[in-house]
Nanobody, 124 residues
Framework: QVQLVESGGGLVQAGGSLRLSCAAS????????MGWFRQVPGKEREFVAAISNSGFRTSYADSVKGRFTISRDNAKNTVYLQMNSLKPEDTAVYYCAASYKTPVVTGLKDYDYWGQGTQVTVSS
């Protein structure tokens, strides 16, 4: 069992940056593939980025490639999402998730644990 708590969301102007953090409980954080997803009202939750348990492999949605970077610090039980060049269409609730599957998975059903989400709002 792992508990995930996101932080770092907020309001930012288009072109700005935010860094989201997700702190995980438990001693087995380094075993999990970690992912970030986002959701806007009325739409399905969508994949944003994922990172392997070692941190050596990553995967990104086409819509964020070149702008977002996922990373992790296994010593701190934390995964990050650095978001640059933000656009209004990036506005959503962002969720952190953990998966037993390796090396990198991108489907909603692949993830076993979820955080409560953090709101990111990008103004034009």
């Amino acid at each position: 069992q792992v508990q995930l708590v996101e932080s770092g969301g907020g309001l930012v102007q288009a072109g700005g940056s935010l860094r989201l953090s997700c702190a995980a409980s438990g001693r087995t954080f380094s075993m999990y593939t970690m992912g970030w997803f986002r959701q806007v009202p009325g739409k399905e939750r969508e994949f944003v980025a994922a990172i392997s348990n070692s941190g050596f492999r990553t995967s990104y949605a086409d819509s964020v490639k070149g702008r977002f970077t996922i990373s992790r610090d296994n010593a701190k039980n934390t995964v990050y999402l650095q978001m640059n060049s933000l656009k209004p269409e990036d506005t959503a609730v962002y969720y952190c998730a953990a998966s037993y599957k390796t090396p990198v998975v991108t489907g909603l059903k692949d993830y076993d644990y979820w955080g409560q989400g953090t709101q990111v709002t990008v103004s034009s």
